[in-house]
Structure formats: C-alpha cells, structure tokens
C-alpha cells in the first residue's frame, strides 16, 4: 500500500471528521464571542498546515468581521433593517462558518481512496460509503464542468460575468445556469454508475492502494483541539 503524498501537515480522515465534530458540537451551545472567536481560528490554523494560505486569510477576513461587527454592534448608528440584516449574516457566519471552512479543509485535503479506507476501517456501511463517495467526486467534478462551460461561453464572445450579468440576468441564466443544471443531472448518474462499476457495493472486503493509519501528529492535534475549546470555555 502506498500512502499518498501531502504538500501540509498530514492528518487521518477520522481525525478530521472528528475535529469538524468538535467545532460543530462547540459552536451548538449558547457560548460568548470569544469562545466563538477561539474555536474559530481552529479551521484557519488547519488550513495553513494544508499550505492554503490565500483560503486561510480570506476566511479569517470575514470571520474577523464578523466578530468586530458583533462586539460593536450596540455602537453602530444604522437603521433597524440593515441593523438586522448585519447580525443575522454575523450570527450565521460566527456559528456555522468555522464548520464549513473545515469540511472545505476535508474536502480539500483528502482523498477518495483515504476516505473510503479511513471509513472501511471504521466499519461504516457500504450504504454510507457509496453515497460518500459519488459526493467527494461531486462536487470538484461540477467546478471543473461549470470552468469547462465557462471557458466554452468566452470563446463564443458570450460574456456573463460581472457587469454582464447584472445587464442581462436572463441570458447568464440562459447561458450558464441551464447547462451546468443539465451536466448536474448527468454527472450524478455518471459517478454513481462509475462508483458501483468499480465494485464498491461488492460484500467482500476491498483492498487499498491508499494506507491510513492513526499517527502521532493525529494524536497531538486532537489533544490541541480539545485542550484549545475546554480551555476556553472555562476561561471565558
């Protein structure tokens, strides 16, 4: 077995899913802006060790904002709508942002071959593991599609991007939307049938290409995580 090459800091599937766990849980209860600013730089310190600077800045921008914006709130002289319309996308990124910015950090960082053995070995059903898979390769399989349609749309001078957009919604829908629907429809038949024509749905067990096992580095990211998240809770 061959365990795949990594440009960050490498860490097993199941510690990753169990991190997400950790900050999905934490940022659950009623906790104070600065255990909520605490648990959320945890997605941004993973993101760095994945070497995907410009992603990690660019979270720790909004979410930086969304903090200020909380905390100062009470000071800003604005009308009541767009008063509410600040701390309802406030609210929403300081409690649900972190969790997303670590599935992308998962989504990302890992494999198909290391999920399906990280989770084999976990003994999750084939029922879960097949569905699992059709949507790791989903979703990087509709960015390359709506690039493709993208990259076809400009080299026929039809322009929908942008100020073009808003000038003519109905043609960037026409032009961009209804085929990226269409290829939606056919790429998710297309990975499931590829899916079980690879004998995933097979009773025996498989083999992997791909070696997964727990390390030291799992081992002292977790114990990071969980000191960081009951440090604050206690502090704070």
């Known amino acids: 077995m061959k365990h795949t090459e990594r440009r960050g800091l490498y860490l097993d599937p199941r510690t990753k899913v169990l991190i997400l766990a950790l900050i999905a849980t934490t940022e659950m209860f009623d906790i104070n802006i600065y255990v909520i600013t605490i648990v959320g730089l945890i997605p941004f310190l993973l993101l760095l060790s994945d070497r995907r600077v410009s992603g990690a800045f660019k979270y720790l921008f909004v979410f930086a904002l969304s903090v200020l914006a909380h905390i100062f709130r009470a000071d800003m002289q604005i009308n009541m709508v767009l008063n509410m319309i600040i701390v309802l996308l406030g609210g929403f990124v300081l409690k649900l942002f972190p969790a997303f910015a670590c599935g992308d950090y998962i989504l990302k960082s890992t494999s198909v071959s290391e999920m399906m053995s ?29 690039d493709a349609i993208h990259d076809a749309a400009m080299m026929r001078g039809m322009t929908v991007d942008g100020a073009a957009f808003w000038k003519s919604p109905g043609r960037a829908f026409e032009y961009r939307v209804i085929p990226l629907m269409i290829s939606v429809a056919n790429i998710g038949n297309d990975l499931s049938a590829a899916a079980l024509s690879r004998g995933l749905d097979n009773p025996v067990r498989h083999s992997a290409y791909t070696e997964v096992r727990l390390r030291p580095a799992d081992v002292l990211v977790v114990l990071f995580c969980v000191t960081v998240i009951a440090a604050a809770l206690i502090i704070c």
């Open 118 to 146: 990280s989770f084999s070995a976990m003994g999750v059903s084939r029922k879960i593991l097949i569905p699992l898979t059709v949507m790791f390769r989903f979703f990087p399989t509709i960015k390359q599609e709506n």
